[in-house]
């Protein structure tokens, strides 16, 4: 049987089914068919959450699912359910759900409430909830700005995040499948330390012989500018309020869960 990766075209998907496909056979659900050709182990399905009809291809020789929401998305809740609810009448009950750091402490999260169903109806599932990625500033949404700009935008302020590599994050995942202990829990994902925008700054500086600046904004200007960048309003709203619970210092806090779970230090930013 084989186990689906949802979203395997994103960062925290591609490190996924390449730890997990070194140890058995996966399905790589994407948008496009074509994103995983030719690796080992990997079969690859077109997949969306808001079309049922990619359902049934998806799920058919599965027996485990590794689901993630799409990024920034307040609906996320309402465009995952109808999926969930068809993993469960079709008696796929083992689920990894990566869902988001400190979400456990507000139950009107869209997050939450999917944790919540997965618990509520039955499935044998583990809750990933990972902090801010460093990945961001290497191959997502804050790799652009500093690479062509030379800034890193933000309405953090002055406040430190636990960033943490998505590989950890994988490897998290990954031994979540194979050993059946992690069933029933919930993991805080954070990396080694607490740092600001500014030393990421700093850090990048140095790596790359240039000077990046660190740019804060306010809430407003920092919509404004990820509307201008090509952002929906919706999702340029959930980002501007990440960092703002960011900003309140709620994402400096350290975990031990990925010590506890992998016997090993989780990476800092000079690792990735």
Known sequence: MQT?????????GKAVTKQ????????????????????PNVENVV???????????????????????PPLDAQAY???????????????KRVVFNSAWGVDHNEDAPLRKIERKLMNEGFDYTFTRPNFFLENFTSGFAAAPLNNDKVI???AGEAKLAFVSVEDIASVVVESFIDENHIGKGYNLSGKEAISHQDVANFFTQKMGENIQNVSLSADQM??????????????DYLVMLYNI???????????DIYSVLGREPKSINEI
Not at 78 to 92: A, D, R
Not at 246 to 256: D, K, R, T
Request: aromatic share 6%; charged share 20%; net charge negative.
């Open 47 to 69: 997949f969306d959450f808001e079309k049922p009809e990619t359902y049934k291809n998806a799920i058919e020789n599965v027996d485990s699912v590794f689901i993630q929401a």
């Open 20 to 39: 997990l496909s070194a140890k058995k056979q996966i399905k790589a659900a994407t948008r496009s068919q074509d994103v995983h050709r030719n690796i």
């Open 78 to 92: 309402q465009k995952l359910s109808p999926f969930i609810e068809y993993l469960g009448e079709n008696g796929i």
């Open 246 to 256: 960011a900003a309140e210092g709620h994402m400096a806090h350290l975990s031990n």
């Open 4 to 12: 689906l990766i949802i979203g395997a075209n994103g960062n925290l």
């Open 153 to 155: 935008v933000h309405n």
């Open 223 to 236: 919509k404004a500018g990820a509307m201008e960048s090509g952002l929906p309003e919706s999702e340029a």
